[in-house]
């Protein structure tokens, strides 16, 4: 708790927010596409981030709720025409009911830790089959949603050039950022932290675990829902095969994992190195003729096992005991 | 009129009678001692009333309400109070932030819970350690840190499990000092289980004592240590006084 | 609805192929229940093991059953040394640290394999694979009777190793009681070490039968990965009778459900049955409750 006790000096924060916000007006497209990139990481990571760094639970199947929402958002506009402002509530309930029927049956026959993560990736494994034979979403050979023209700022139907949506992906990241803010100082913060360091000594000042647990995973379903609809109309096509795939999965919680779970900047510390260290030796691979698939991933599992091995509680911390935050 | 009424309990493990036809009444505003060696029911008891788990038969009222089969959370909320035997801080919070774990139950909003929180931690004498990590505590402060936590959920009954364990006789006078002063002054009536002899002469009014699972002796402390029945089922047994 | 000699002959298949994932899930086990570290690495060494075979295979014309000798002695020496350098230092971590660091193996495995071998499906071609024994109705193919076979073979030489040996009781004691282990003398951090080479042995040899009846492609690894969860926990974590269980119960009924829905919705039917059993009895069919 005072790791993040934010009492992050406000012009750190405000100077963060104003190169975030400024940003387009010094960089060309591409770079542009990579900041969303990172934005995107960084939101479903502090998404991930509520269910474990404050409730404790170990999900590995996150890309469930990323596929659902996509989905779900992709059929009614696909089939109805209906914009992703409505669909996005579709997608949250949908979401929330599998996270509280996950959670509900997990925290009800007692599991956790590793068996936890496995139901998890059971689950996204079970839908990602399923969906694989789910005719009306299109099966393996995905959904395409239509592309319409992307000069203009279309925002009812959320088209348009590249510069809105890293608007609309940082609006999403501040969002969540001030959200988990927000909690981690609350009563339900508090109360997960207890339940985190020790369920019982909290069940035993009044704390109904399983409530708050349930509350956890709700919230954090809901935060990746979101994620989900705003993948569905920026790359426009969905397949069972990727979005719910494990490695979908483990993307999300590279950056968490990194940067530092349950900190409040380590999931957007976590996803910036990641992204720019693995698009720097993309590159570099690349100038060197040795594009080979597989290596970009090769250096994430490198990195991530360095992370665990050296610096089990992230990046962010030894940096905010340097910044003395 | 008692706060706490136990009445015919009994628990069974798996065949072993752990508890057999137990009663004890806590009347308001009171210490009240439960004692007995190792084995004899105590903790099982204890946990019972806390809602760890639920008598195989009996009932347990507190202030006419019954409270036995209750989640240890709801025991909480109706008014109780516990400490654990071996402590169970939350390491990774300050002392402050674990107390006002507790003190969330009663007040929604973070400033009232902090100041309440700090208030109690002053009481306790660890008004000046709040900043620092809970894991840095001393086990005699370890032990208060507890006591205050479960202050913070302002119980009207407050359970102590064995709580002069491992204490040195100077830390548990200090330890005495506190309850009689919380008893005294907000009339918080304590239940509390020990070892330590010491302990319980010095707080309880009255006493029960427990042996392979059955109440064997009730009264003043003065009636209990010259209870036959008593000396006979602690000759041999180990006891600190 | 298939005629029954159909269906018989599925089944039977499907015990075959499930034995060998049981000997798959048996190394699983041994490493969870002794060392307690989920592996989440498990198949991606499986599939590094089918692609020894196929490399052998290409170079050498081995066998793939001759090749089991080298493969398992390679796979011991790195499971030794997995343990010893890189796991054991890890023991008094929490829960999720261990987890996440066999994670990243893993990710470094299966794709530093994409890298070396591609993205194309490998095999081995060996005569007798196109043959079959005649046993009335039933029509056994060779090389899946002989890969059970192999898988037994090795399954029961490990029990014996546990049941029977000096080192087998001792490392039998550290997961019983790691602290007790260590007071009477036991090197706990050796027989870790060790048994994560055993449990690595199951693999290698699990895989050099499997590449007879299976392609290898990449992604078989965390296929087989939450396969061997999957077996490990139906069958009960730490319990080798209960791993080879599991395996034949998963391959018959992935066999079936490929007969009568379709192929590729097989696994959907493994991953239903671990949530049942996570949920209604944890410790497996077999297992201890932890």
Not at chain 1, 146 to 154: E, H, L
Not at chain 2, 50 to 64: H, K, M, N, Q, R
Not at chain 2, 147 to 167: F, I, N, S, W, Y
Not at chain 3, 172 to 186: E, H, K, P, S, W
Request: hydrophobic share 55%; with cysteine.
């Amino acid at each position: 708790m005072n790791r993040n006790r934010a009492l992050t000096p406000i012009y750190l924060l405000t100077g963060l927010a104003a190169i975030l916000v400024a940003l387009p007006f010094f960089v060309g497209n591409y770079a542009l596409s990579v900041a969303t990139l990172i934005l995107y990481f960084a939101y479903t990571g502090q998404a991930w981030n509520v269910m474990m760094g404050f409730a404790g639970q170990l999900s590995l199947g996150h890309a469930l709720y990323v596929g659902v929402g996509a989905y779900a958002a992709g059929a009614l506009f696909f089939y109805y025409g209906i914009g992703p402002w409505a669909g996005l509530w579709l997608a949250i309930a949908l979401c929330v009911a599998l996270g509280l029927v996950i959670g509900f049956l997990a925290f009800r026959f007692g599991i956790s830790g590793v068996y936890f993560a496995l139901l998890t990736i059971a689950f996204a494994e079970f839908t990602r089959i399923g969906f694989d034979h789910f005719g009306w979403t299109g099966g393996p050979g995905g959904m395409f949603l239509r592309v319409a023209q992307r000069d203009t700022w279309d925002l009812a139907n959320f088209r348009g050039p590249p510069l809105m949506y890293y608007y609309a992906m940082l609006f999403l990241t501040a969002g969540a950022f001030a959200l988990c803010a927000w909690l981690l100082r609350s009563r339900a913060g508090y109360y997960w932290q207890a339940i985190r360091e020790d369920e019982e000594a909290a069940r035993a000042l009044g704390i109904n675990a399983f409530r708050w647990k349930l509350l956890a995973v709700a919230i954090s379903a809901a935060m990746t829902a979101v994620a989900g609809v705003f993948f569905a109309f920026y790359y426009n096509n969905l397949f069972p095969e990727q979005i719910f795939h494990i490695s979908r999965s483990i993307e999300i919680i590279l950056g968490p994992v990194i940067g530092g779970v349950g900190t409040l900047f380590g999931p957007l510390l976590g996803a910036a190195v990641l992204t720019l260290l693995s698009d720097g030796i993309s590159d570099a691979l690349n100038a060197l003729g040795l594009d080979i698939p597989g290596v970009k991933q090769v250096f994430y599992g490198l990195v991530l096992l360095c992370v665990v091995m050296f610096l089990p509680h992230g990046i962010w911390p030894p940096i905010a005991r340097r910044l003395r935050l | 009129m008692s706060l706490l009424e136990v009445r015919s309990v009994s628990k069974h493990f798996r065949g072993l009678r752990a508890v057999h036809d137990a009663s004890l009444d806590v009347p308001h505003g009171e210490i009240y001692g439960l004692i007995g060696p190792n084995g004899a029911g105590k903790t099982t008891t204890f946990n019972m009333i806390a809602g760890v788990y639920a008598p195989d038969s009996g009932e347990i009222l507190f202030g006419s309400a019954p409270i036995h089969g209750l989640r240890a959370d709801q025991v909480c909320a109706a008014g109780i109070g516990r400490t654990f035997q071996i402590v169970k801080p939350f390491a990774g919070l300050s002392v402050l932030d674990n107390v006002m774990v507790g003190a969330f139950l009663r007040e929604r909003q973070a400033r009232a819970a902090r100041e309440l929180s700090v208030r109690i931690l002053e009481r306790l004498g660890l008004g000046a350690k709040r900043e620092l990590p809970a894991s840095s505590l001393t086990l005699p402060d370890r032990k208060r840190l507890e006591v205050a936590r479960a202050l913070a959920t302002r119980p009207k009954l407050l359970l102590l499990d064995e709580v002069m364990a491992g204490l040195r006789p100077t830390e548990c006078d200090q330890m005495i000092a506190v309850f009689r002063e919380l008893n005294r002054a907000d009339g918080t009536t304590i239940l509390l289980i020990e070892h330590v002899m010491r302990a319980v002469m010095a707080l309880a009014r009255h006493i029960c004592v427990l042996h392979h699972g059955e109440v064997i002796a009730r009264g003043t402390p003065e009636q209990v240590v010259r209870n036959p029945a008593v000396l006979e089922c602690y000759l041999g047994e180990e006891t600190e006084v | 609805m298939p005629a029954a000699d159909l269906v018989a002959n599925v089944v039977v298949s499907g015990i075959l192929t499930g034995l060998v994932y049981g000997l798959m899930a048996l190394g699983l086990s041994v490493i969870f229940g002794v060392v307690r570290v989920v592996n989440f690495a498990h198949g991606e060494m499986m599939t590094i093991a089918m692609y020894a075979a196929t490399a052998l295979f290409a170079a050498l014309k081995l066998d793939p059953f001759l090749a089991m000798l080298p493969v398992a002695a390679a796979f011991f020496v790195f499971g030794y040394l997995l343990q010893a350098g890189l796991i054991n230092p890890f023991i008094t971590r929490p829960e999720h640290s261990q987890f996440m660091l066999l994670v990243a193996v893993a990710i470094i495995l299966v794709n530093a394999m994409l890298m070396v071998f591609g993205p194309d499906a490998r095999n081995v071609q060996v005569d007798y694979q196109l043959e079959s024994f005649e046993l009335g109705p039933l029509l056994v193919d060779k090389a899946r009777l002989f890969a059970a076979i192999a898988a037994v073979v090795a399954a029961a030489a490990f029990f014996a190793f546990f049941r029977y040996t000096l080192t087998g009781k001792a490392i039998r004691a550290c997961a019983d009681n790691y602290l007790g282990a260590r007071i009477v003398g036991l090197n706990v951090k050796h027989l870790y070490a060790l048994t994560f080479g055993l449990g690595a042995v199951c693999v290698a040899i699990a895989g050099c039968a499997m590449v007879l009846l299976v392609d290898v492609t990449p992604p078989l690894g965390p296929s087989y990965t939450l396969l061997a969860f999957v077996i490990v926990i139906v069958g009960g974590l730490g319990s080798m009778g209960g791993a080879l269980l599991g395996g034949v119960l998963i391959g018959v009924s992935e066999a079936l459900a490929g007969l009568f829905i379709t192929p590729s919705a097989k696994s959907m039917f493994s991953f239903g049955l671990l949530i049942l059993v996570l949920l209604l009895r944890p410790q497996g069919l077999l297992g201890k409750r932890a």
